[in-house]
């Protein structure tokens, strides 16, 4: 008789997935042959040039385990989370990711299914001064997809595209992340609001 698995052992088995890198889960959490990158067009050689790069990526099983658990919380977490200012688990795997990921392992993420794996894929770009951000930025101008954010006390939700220009804004969040020139946010609202 096959024994279902009880409530305790469910979150049990969560939070090992949290905690420990499991490899039978260090799966790419990304599809066989890759995401199309989203900017690329059927007439632009160097668009897609860049896109069979960066869909060509094989991803690390260290990698992909981090992946797997940005997505499992499902949550954007900044350094201090909570009254008390903790760091959190979820903010580490972003820190590692940002670390160990290469930028092309990056842009392929910011293709991937969940939003929040999307969103700290940026980040992390951002956090390594990657040349190219304002162009990603703006290929994600319509990525309305929401995103639960938490910083210190507050939990907000809001559309994937804000978190992004938050992150990328001179006066805003994450003095480490490369800052892009506002005129790229008053393109990204004509983007965003044309044709609606």
Request: glycine residues 6%; contains cysteine.
């Amino acid at each position: 008789m096959q024994q279902l698995m009880t409530p305790t052992r469910l979150c049990f088995a969560l939070l090992l997935l949290l905690f420990l890198p499991l490899p039978g889960l260090a799966q790419p959490s990304v599809p066989a042959g890759g995401i199309p990158h989203a900017g690329a067009t059927t007439g632009e050689d160097a668009a897609v040039a860049e896109s069979v790069a960066v869909t060509a990526v094989e991803i690390p099983e260290h990698i992909g385990a981090i992946v797997d658990s940005l997505a499992l919380v499902n949550e954007i977490h900044g350094s201090y989370v909570g009254f008390s200012g903790a760091t959190t688990r979820q903010y580490e795997h972003f820190i590692q990711l940002s670390q160990l990921a290469c930028p092309e392992e990056l842009l392929l993420f910011t293709s991937h299914e969940n939003a929040v794996v999307r969103a700290y894929a940026f980040w992390a770009l951002a956090r390594q001064q990657y040349e190219g951000l304002e162009k990603v930025l703006l290929e994600h101008a319509r990525d309305e997809a929401l995103v639960r954010e938490v910083q210190g006390g507050m939990v907000t939700t809001v559309p994937l595209i804000d978190f992004m220009q938050w992150v990328v804004d001179p006066d805003l969040l994450d003095t480490e992340s490369k800052k892009l020139d506002t005129d790229v946010f008053r393109q990204i609202s004509e983007i965003r609001f044309s044709d609606r």
